[in-house]
Protein backbone atom coordinates (compact mmCIF):
# COMPACT_ATOMS: atom_id res chain seq x y z
CA UNK A 1 0.00 0.00 0.00
CA UNK A 2 1.92 3.29 -1.17
CA UNK A 3 -0.10 6.58 -1.06
CA UNK A 4 0.54 9.56 -2.39
CA UNK A 5 0.38 12.11 0.00
CA UNK A 6 0.46 16.36 -0.43
CA UNK A 7 3.91 17.13 0.57
CA UNK A 8 2.74 19.87 2.91
CA UNK A 9 1.17 16.98 5.07
CA UNK A 10 3.89 14.79 4.74
CA UNK A 11 6.23 17.84 6.28
CA UNK A 12 4.01 18.10 9.45
CA UNK A 13 4.53 14.33 10.13
CA UNK A 14 8.30 14.35 9.55
CA UNK A 15 8.03 17.33 11.96
CA UNK A 16 5.90 15.01 14.46
CA UNK A 17 8.28 12.39 14.06
CA UNK A 18 11.65 14.24 14.63
CA UNK A 19 10.15 15.32 17.82
CA UNK A 20 9.45 11.68 18.68
CA UNK A 21 5.44 11.45 17.88
CA UNK A 22 3.70 9.23 15.48
CA UNK A 23 1.31 10.67 13.72
CA UNK A 24 -1.31 9.10 10.80
CA UNK A 25 -3.34 10.46 8.47
CA UNK A 26 -7.31 9.23 9.41
CA UNK A 27 -11.09 9.52 8.79
CA UNK A 28 -11.96 10.29 5.59
CA UNK A 29 -8.84 10.80 3.33
CA UNK A 30 -7.82 7.17 4.37
CA UNK A 31 -10.84 5.87 3.32
CA UNK A 32 -10.85 7.57 0.04
CA UNK A 33 -7.28 6.96 -0.80
CA UNK A 34 -8.31 3.22 -0.43
CA UNK A 35 -11.10 3.99 -3.11
CA UNK A 36 -8.60 5.46 -5.24
CA UNK A 37 -10.45 8.65 -4.78
CA UNK A 38 -8.69 12.45 -4.39
CA UNK A 39 -9.40 13.25 -0.48
CA UNK A 40 -10.98 17.01 -0.07
CA UNK A 41 -8.64 17.55 2.82
CA UNK A 42 -6.17 15.46 4.76
CA UNK A 43 -6.38 15.00 8.25
CA UNK A 44 -4.05 13.68 10.78
CA UNK A 45 -4.25 12.60 14.54
CA UNK A 46 -0.90 11.91 16.84
CA UNK A 47 -0.15 11.03 19.89
CA UNK A 48 1.44 14.91 20.95
CA UNK A 49 -1.18 16.37 22.90
CA UNK A 50 -2.30 20.00 22.46
CA UNK A 51 0.52 21.61 24.03
CA UNK A 52 2.82 19.40 22.35
CA UNK A 53 1.57 19.92 19.52
CA UNK A 54 1.62 24.11 19.50
CA UNK A 55 5.79 23.39 20.90
CA UNK A 56 6.26 21.58 17.50
CA UNK A 57 4.95 23.28 15.49
CA UNK A 58 6.05 26.46 16.58
CA UNK A 59 7.25 28.15 13.40
CA UNK A 60 3.84 27.16 11.71
CA UNK A 61 1.28 29.22 11.63
CA UNK A 62 -1.34 27.53 13.63
CA UNK A 63 -4.98 27.98 14.20
CA UNK A 64 -6.32 26.84 17.61
CA UNK A 65 -9.98 26.21 16.79
CA UNK A 66 -10.87 23.10 18.13
CA UNK A 67 -8.34 22.83 20.99
CA UNK A 68 -10.50 21.69 23.11
CA UNK A 69 -11.12 18.99 21.27
CA UNK A 70 -7.36 18.35 20.75
CA UNK A 71 -7.33 19.93 17.44
CA UNK A 72 -5.10 22.23 15.51
CA UNK A 73 -5.19 23.69 12.31
CA UNK A 74 -1.60 23.70 10.89
CA UNK A 75 -0.55 25.47 7.23
CA UNK A 76 2.05 24.06 5.36
CA UNK A 77 2.53 24.14 2.09
CA UNK A 78 -0.02 26.84 1.54
CA UNK A 79 -2.41 24.47 3.04
CA UNK A 80 -4.74 24.10 5.89
CA UNK A 81 -4.13 20.47 8.08
CA UNK A 82 -6.12 19.52 10.99
CA UNK A 83 -4.01 17.84 13.57
CA UNK A 84 -5.32 15.78 16.52
CA UNK A 85 -4.55 14.46 19.08
CA UNK A 86 -5.72 10.79 19.79
CA UNK A 87 -8.66 10.76 21.96
CA UNK A 88 -11.58 8.83 23.56
CA UNK A 89 -14.80 10.95 23.80
CA UNK A 90 -16.31 10.62 27.66
CA UNK A 91 -20.23 9.34 27.83
CA UNK A 92 -22.84 10.41 25.80
CA UNK A 93 -25.72 11.75 28.79
CA UNK A 94 -27.22 14.12 26.12
CA UNK A 95 -26.93 11.67 22.98
CA UNK A 96 -25.69 14.71 21.18
CA UNK A 97 -22.12 15.22 22.34
CA UNK A 98 -19.48 13.33 24.64
CA UNK A 99 -19.20 15.02 28.14
CA UNK A 100 -15.74 15.36 28.02
CA UNK A 101 -12.67 14.01 25.99
CA UNK A 102 -10.04 12.36 26.87
CA UNK A 103 -6.50 11.97 25.33
CA UNK A 104 -5.15 8.51 25.08
CA UNK A 105 -2.05 7.26 24.07
CA UNK A 106 -3.61 4.46 21.65
CA UNK A 107 -4.19 4.81 17.76
CA UNK A 108 -6.62 1.93 18.54
CA UNK A 109 -8.70 3.35 21.00
CA UNK A 110 -8.65 7.02 18.45
CA UNK A 111 -10.17 4.43 15.65
CA UNK A 112 -12.45 2.85 17.99
CA UNK A 113 -14.28 5.77 18.95
CA UNK A 114 -15.61 6.73 14.94
CA UNK A 115 -18.44 5.82 13.53
CA UNK A 116 -18.03 3.57 10.65
CA UNK A 117 -15.73 0.97 9.77
CA UNK A 118 -14.67 2.85 6.13
CA UNK A 119 -13.63 6.21 8.39
CA UNK A 120 -11.71 4.19 10.99
CA UNK A 121 -8.23 3.39 9.10
CA UNK A 122 -5.13 5.00 9.80
CA UNK A 123 -2.35 5.34 7.46
CA UNK A 124 1.11 6.70 7.64
CA UNK A 125 4.13 5.85 4.94
CA UNK A 126 6.39 4.23 7.90
CA UNK A 127 3.19 1.96 9.52
CA UNK A 128 1.41 1.26 6.24
CA UNK A 129 -2.49 0.85 7.20
CA UNK A 130 -4.09 0.38 10.80
CA UNK A 131 -7.39 -1.15 10.11
CA UNK A 132 -8.59 -3.08 13.28
CA UNK A 133 -12.05 -2.82 12.48
CA UNK A 134 -11.76 -4.36 8.37
CA UNK A 135 -12.75 -0.73 7.02
CA UNK A 136 -10.95 -2.05 4.02
CA UNK A 137 -12.58 -5.06 3.17
CA UNK A 138 -15.66 -2.77 3.66
CA UNK A 139 -14.36 -0.42 1.24
CA UNK A 140 -13.57 -3.06 -1.71
CA UNK A 141 -17.12 -4.12 -0.78
CA UNK A 142 -18.59 -1.22 -0.80
CA UNK A 143 -20.12 -0.89 2.96
CA UNK A 144 -21.21 0.95 5.62
CA UNK A 145 -21.10 -0.92 9.14
CA UNK A 146 -20.90 0.86 12.73
CA UNK A 147 -17.63 0.26 14.72
CA UNK A 148 -18.76 -2.22 17.10
CA UNK A 149 -21.96 -2.61 18.33
CA UNK A 150 -24.50 -0.79 16.43
CA UNK A 151 -27.17 0.41 18.51
CA UNK A 152 -24.76 1.32 21.62
CA UNK A 153 -22.95 3.46 18.50
CA UNK A 154 -26.36 5.04 17.12
CA UNK A 155 -27.56 5.75 20.69
CA UNK A 156 -24.15 7.47 21.95
CA UNK A 157 -24.62 9.84 19.24
CA UNK A 158 -27.94 10.54 16.97
CA UNK A 159 -26.75 12.07 14.34
CA UNK A 160 -24.79 9.33 13.03
CA UNK A 161 -27.79 7.70 12.08
CA UNK A 162 -28.17 10.29 9.19
CA UNK A 163 -23.94 10.43 8.80
CA UNK A 164 -24.60 6.33 7.78
CA UNK A 165 -27.42 7.58 5.29
CA UNK A 166 -25.16 10.07 3.91
CA UNK A 167 -22.23 8.08 3.57
CA UNK A 168 -24.23 5.57 1.60
CA UNK A 169 -25.72 8.20 -0.42
CA UNK A 170 -22.59 9.95 -1.13
CA UNK A 171 -19.83 6.57 -1.51
CA UNK A 172 -22.42 4.52 -2.95
CA UNK A 173 -22.30 1.81 -0.46
CA UNK A 174 -25.01 -0.39 1.26
CA UNK A 175 -25.34 -0.53 4.79
CA UNK A 176 -24.76 -3.50 6.52
CA UNK A 177 -28.30 -5.02 7.74
CA UNK A 178 -27.65 -5.06 11.28
CA UNK A 179 -26.43 -1.41 11.00
CA UNK A 180 -29.10 -0.53 9.09
CA UNK A 181 -31.68 -2.00 11.71
CA UNK A 182 -30.03 -0.50 14.33
CA UNK A 183 -30.02 3.50 12.55
CA UNK A 184 -34.30 2.76 11.89
CA UNK A 185 -34.37 1.91 15.85
CA UNK A 186 -32.98 4.89 16.55
CA UNK A 187 -34.10 7.26 13.78
CA UNK A 188 -36.55 8.90 16.55
CA UNK A 189 -33.62 9.89 18.47
CA UNK A 190 -31.76 12.07 15.61
CA UNK A 191 -34.80 14.77 16.77
CA UNK A 192 -32.33 15.70 20.15
CA UNK A 193 -29.73 16.64 17.51
CA UNK A 194 -29.79 20.56 16.63
CA UNK A 195 -31.50 21.06 13.48
CA UNK A 196 -28.41 22.61 11.88
CA UNK A 197 -25.69 19.54 11.72
CA UNK A 198 -29.53 17.83 10.87
CA UNK A 199 -29.43 19.89 7.71
CA UNK A 200 -26.03 19.66 7.20
CA UNK A 201 -26.07 15.52 6.87
CA UNK A 202 -29.27 15.95 5.53
CA UNK A 203 -27.84 18.14 2.29
CA UNK A 204 -24.84 16.36 2.06
CA UNK A 205 -27.29 13.07 1.57
CA UNK A 206 -28.93 15.03 -1.18
CA UNK A 207 -25.68 16.02 -2.69
CA UNK A 208 -24.88 11.76 -3.28
CA UNK A 209 -25.11 10.14 -6.45
CA UNK A 210 -26.93 7.26 -4.52
CA UNK A 211 -29.32 9.11 -2.58
CA UNK A 212 -32.58 8.56 -4.71
CA UNK A 213 -31.84 4.78 -3.23
CA UNK A 214 -31.43 5.81 0.05
CA UNK A 215 -34.42 8.25 0.08
CA UNK A 216 -35.97 5.69 -0.91
CA UNK A 217 -34.99 2.50 1.55
CA UNK A 218 -34.82 4.70 4.17
CA UNK A 219 -38.09 6.70 3.74
CA UNK A 220 -39.55 6.10 7.76
CA UNK A 221 -36.25 6.42 9.00
CA UNK A 222 -36.24 9.83 7.49
CA UNK A 223 -39.64 10.76 8.71
CA UNK A 224 -38.49 9.86 11.68
CA UNK A 225 -35.53 11.61 11.97
CA UNK A 226 -36.11 14.59 10.81
CA UNK A 227 -40.09 14.79 11.05
CA UNK A 228 -40.20 18.42 9.25
CA UNK A 229 -40.25 15.82 6.30
CA UNK A 230 -42.89 13.76 7.14
CA UNK A 231 -45.80 15.74 5.96
CA UNK A 232 -44.55 14.32 2.57
CA UNK A 233 -46.17 10.96 3.07
CA UNK A 234 -47.36 8.99 0.09
CA UNK A 235 -45.43 11.76 -2.43
CA UNK A 236 -42.27 10.38 -0.89
CA UNK A 237 -41.14 7.68 -3.95
CA UNK A 238 -41.97 10.54 -6.54
CA UNK A 239 -40.31 13.28 -4.75
CA UNK A 240 -37.37 10.68 -4.16
CA UNK A 241 -36.97 9.92 -7.69
CA UNK A 242 -37.17 13.57 -8.42
CA UNK A 243 -34.32 14.87 -6.02
CA UNK A 244 -31.99 11.81 -6.80
CA UNK A 245 -31.71 14.12 -10.48
CA UNK A 246 -30.91 16.98 -8.59
CA UNK A 247 -28.03 15.85 -6.37
CA UNK A 248 -25.14 18.30 -8.08
CA UNK A 249 -27.56 20.96 -6.69
CA UNK A 250 -28.79 19.73 -2.79
CA UNK A 251 -30.95 23.21 -2.10
CA UNK A 252 -33.11 22.35 -5.22
CA UNK A 253 -33.15 18.51 -4.02
CA UNK A 254 -34.16 19.71 -1.06
CA UNK A 255 -37.05 21.71 -2.92
CA UNK A 256 -37.76 18.98 -4.92
CA UNK A 257 -38.63 16.56 -1.74
CA UNK A 258 -40.70 19.09 -0.38
CA UNK A 259 -42.87 20.25 -3.77
CA UNK A 260 -45.87 18.51 -2.70
CA UNK A 261 -45.94 20.61 0.39
CA UNK A 262 -46.30 23.82 -2.40
CA UNK A 263 -44.30 27.38 -1.57
CA UNK A 264 -45.34 27.93 2.57
CA UNK A 265 -44.55 24.14 3.08
CA UNK A 266 -41.59 24.12 1.67
CA UNK A 267 -40.40 27.87 3.24
CA UNK A 268 -41.42 25.72 6.72
CA UNK A 269 -39.28 22.25 5.81
CA UNK A 270 -36.32 24.95 5.15
CA UNK A 271 -36.94 27.17 8.02
CA UNK A 272 -37.04 23.81 10.18
CA UNK A 273 -33.97 22.68 9.30
CA UNK A 274 -32.42 26.44 10.09
CA UNK A 275 -31.63 27.13 6.67
CA UNK A 276 -30.55 30.10 5.62
CA UNK A 277 -32.95 33.01 4.21
CA UNK A 278 -31.53 32.99 0.58
CA UNK A 279 -31.73 29.16 0.49
CA UNK A 280 -35.25 29.15 1.70
CA UNK A 281 -36.35 31.94 -0.50
CA UNK A 282 -34.59 30.38 -3.68
CA UNK A 283 -36.60 27.13 -3.05
CA UNK A 284 -39.88 28.22 -2.25
CA UNK A 285 -39.74 31.02 -5.41
CA UNK A 286 -39.02 27.90 -7.49
CA UNK A 287 -42.12 25.97 -5.95
CA UNK A 288 -44.13 28.66 -6.42
CA UNK A 289 -43.31 29.18 -9.84
CA UNK A 290 -43.27 25.84 -11.13
CA UNK A 291 -47.14 25.47 -9.51
CA UNK A 292 -47.99 28.51 -11.39
CA UNK A 293 -47.27 26.71 -14.64
CA UNK A 294 -44.18 26.50 -17.17
CA UNK A 295 -44.33 29.25 -20.03
CA UNK A 296 -44.54 27.30 -23.43
CA UNK A 297 -44.79 30.27 -25.73
CA UNK A 298 -42.42 33.55 -25.85
CA UNK A 299 -45.53 35.67 -24.46
CA UNK A 300 -46.07 33.61 -21.69
CA UNK A 301 -42.42 33.26 -21.22
CA UNK A 302 -41.91 36.90 -20.89
CA UNK A 303 -44.79 37.02 -18.60
CA UNK A 304 -42.89 34.49 -16.52
CA UNK A 305 -39.23 36.26 -16.25
CA UNK A 306 -40.89 39.58 -15.67
CA UNK A 307 -42.75 38.28 -12.95
CA UNK A 308 -40.03 35.96 -11.15
CA UNK A 309 -36.54 36.72 -12.63
CA UNK A 310 -34.40 34.45 -14.82
CA UNK A 311 -32.91 32.30 -11.43
CA UNK A 312 -36.25 31.53 -10.37
CA UNK A 313 -37.65 30.87 -13.85
CA UNK A 314 -34.66 27.92 -14.37
CA UNK A 315 -35.02 26.92 -11.37
CA UNK A 316 -38.35 25.69 -11.85
CA UNK A 317 -37.35 24.23 -15.45
CA UNK A 318 -35.18 22.10 -13.00
CA UNK A 319 -37.46 21.16 -10.88
CA UNK A 320 -40.23 20.22 -13.97
CA UNK A 321 -37.02 18.44 -15.57
CA UNK A 322 -36.51 16.46 -12.36
CA UNK A 323 -40.30 14.96 -12.08
CA UNK A 324 -39.91 14.44 -15.69
CA UNK A 325 -42.82 16.94 -16.62
CA UNK A 326 -43.87 16.92 -20.18
CA UNK A 327 -43.58 20.88 -20.68
CA UNK A 328 -40.09 20.94 -19.22
CA UNK A 329 -37.83 21.35 -22.35
CA UNK A 330 -40.38 23.72 -24.25
CA UNK A 331 -40.15 26.17 -21.19
CA UNK A 332 -36.58 25.91 -21.43
CA UNK A 333 -36.80 26.80 -25.08
CA UNK A 334 -39.50 29.35 -24.69
CA UNK A 335 -37.17 31.07 -21.81
CA UNK A 336 -34.19 30.84 -24.43
CA UNK A 337 -35.87 32.24 -26.76
CA UNK A 338 -37.55 35.11 -25.21
CA UNK A 339 -33.63 35.99 -23.83
CA UNK A 340 -32.48 35.97 -27.19
CA UNK A 341 -34.48 38.57 -28.44
CA UNK A 342 -32.77 41.26 -26.30
CA UNK A 343 -36.23 42.41 -24.58
CA UNK A 344 -36.44 43.91 -21.11
CA UNK A 345 -37.70 41.41 -18.76
CA UNK A 346 -36.64 43.33 -15.33
CA UNK A 347 -37.45 47.60 -14.78
CA UNK A 348 -33.69 48.04 -14.65
CA UNK A 349 -33.77 46.91 -18.39
CA UNK A 350 -36.21 49.33 -19.37
CA UNK A 351 -34.80 52.41 -21.50
CA UNK A 352 -36.51 54.18 -19.37
CA UNK A 353 -36.36 55.59 -15.64
CA UNK A 354 -39.29 56.92 -13.08
CA UNK A 355 -37.56 60.30 -13.55
CA UNK A 356 -38.16 60.20 -17.33
CA UNK A 357 -42.05 59.87 -16.61
CA UNK A 358 -42.26 62.58 -13.91
CA UNK A 359 -40.87 65.08 -16.57
CA UNK A 360 -43.34 64.45 -18.76
CA UNK A 361 -45.65 64.53 -15.85
CA UNK A 362 -46.52 61.28 -14.34
CA UNK A 363 -46.88 61.97 -10.81
CA UNK A 364 -44.53 59.38 -8.12
CA UNK A 365 -46.97 57.07 -6.74
CA UNK A 366 -49.44 54.38 -7.93
CA UNK A 367 -49.74 56.02 -11.34
CA UNK A 368 -45.55 55.80 -12.03
CA UNK A 369 -45.15 52.56 -10.77
CA UNK A 370 -48.47 50.99 -13.11
CA UNK A 371 -47.08 52.93 -15.88
CA UNK A 372 -43.16 51.66 -15.64
CA UNK A 373 -45.15 48.00 -15.27
CA UNK A 374 -47.33 48.36 -18.32
CA UNK A 375 -44.46 49.64 -20.44
CA UNK A 376 -42.41 46.62 -19.65
CA UNK A 377 -44.82 44.59 -20.23
CA UNK A 378 -45.33 45.87 -23.96
CA UNK A 379 -41.67 46.40 -24.51
CA UNK A 380 -41.32 42.25 -23.25
CA UNK A 381 -43.62 41.12 -26.10
CA UNK A 382 -42.37 43.44 -28.50
CA UNK A 383 -45.00 45.92 -28.77
CA UNK A 384 -43.18 48.74 -28.01
CA UNK A 385 -39.67 49.04 -28.63
CA UNK A 386 -37.13 49.46 -25.46
CA UNK A 387 -35.96 52.86 -26.66
CA UNK A 388 -36.20 55.97 -24.81
CA UNK A 389 -38.78 58.09 -27.15
CA UNK A 390 -40.95 55.27 -27.94
CA UNK A 391 -41.81 54.49 -24.50
CA UNK A 392 -41.84 57.81 -23.42
CA UNK A 393 -44.31 57.98 -26.00
CA UNK A 394 -46.25 54.91 -24.89
CA UNK A 395 -46.40 56.36 -21.64
CA UNK A 396 -47.96 59.87 -22.79
CA UNK A 397 -50.17 57.73 -24.72
CA UNK A 398 -51.12 55.56 -21.62
CA UNK A 399 -51.56 58.96 -19.84
CA UNK A 400 -54.18 60.09 -21.83
CA UNK A 401 -55.85 56.80 -21.84
CA UNK A 402 -56.12 57.39 -17.96
CA UNK A 403 -57.50 60.58 -18.13
CA UNK A 404 -61.15 59.23 -20.00
P1 LIG B 1 -16.03 13.88 4.25
O1 LIG B 1 -15.29 13.35 3.08
O2 LIG B 1 -17.46 14.16 3.96
O3 LIG B 1 -15.34 15.03 4.95
P2 LIG B 1 -15.27 12.43 6.58
O4 LIG B 1 -15.20 10.97 6.80
O5 LIG B 1 -13.99 13.20 6.58
O6 LIG B 1 -16.07 12.66 5.25
P3 LIG B 1 -16.13 14.17 8.68
O7 LIG B 1 -17.49 14.54 9.12
O8 LIG B 1 -15.23 15.23 8.13
O9 LIG B 1 -16.28 12.98 7.65
O10 LIG B 1 -15.41 13.47 9.92
C1 LIG B 1 -14.04 13.08 9.92
C2 LIG B 1 -13.88 11.75 10.64
O11 LIG B 1 -14.20 11.91 12.03
C3 LIG B 1 -14.77 10.64 10.15
O12 LIG B 1 -14.17 9.95 9.07
C4 LIG B 1 -14.90 9.77 11.38
O13 LIG B 1 -13.79 8.96 11.56
C5 LIG B 1 -14.91 10.77 12.51
N1 LIG B 1 -16.26 11.24 12.90
C6 LIG B 1 -16.88 12.38 12.50
N2 LIG B 1 -18.08 12.52 13.05
C7 LIG B 1 -18.24 11.44 13.85
C8 LIG B 1 -19.29 11.01 14.71
N3 LIG B 1 -20.41 11.71 14.83
N4 LIG B 1 -19.11 9.86 15.38
C9 LIG B 1 -17.96 9.15 15.26
N5 LIG B 1 -16.95 9.50 14.46
C10 LIG B 1 -17.08 10.63 13.76
MG1 LIG C 1 -13.82 15.39 6.46
Known amino acids: MDFSIPAGCLALMERLASCGYPSYLVGGCVRDLCRGVAPHDY ?7 P ?9 FRVIETGIA ?5 VLSDGEPYEVTTF ?16 FTPSLEEDLARRDFTVNAMAYSPSDGLTDPFGGQADVKHKIIRAVGEPERRFSEDSLRVLRALRFSSTLGFAIEPATAAALCKLAPTVTRVSPERIREELLKLLSGKSSEGVLLAYRDALFAAVPALSPIGEKWDAAARAAGGLSSDPVLALAALGLSLG ?9 ALK ?6 KRASLAVSAYSDGLPTDLFAAAAFL ?23 EAADSAIDAFLATGRPSTLSELAVRG ?3 KAIGIPAGPALKETLATLLDLASRGETANEKNALLAAAARLKTERKR
Open 51 to 59: DEMKRVFAD
Open 275 to 280: TDRKSE
Open 87 to 102: RIDGGYSDGRHPDDVI
Open 263 to 271: ENGVAALFR
Open 306 to 328: IRYGEDTARDAVLLAKAYGDGNA
Open 43 to 49: DLTTSAS
Open 69 to 73: HGTLT
Open 355 to 357: DDL
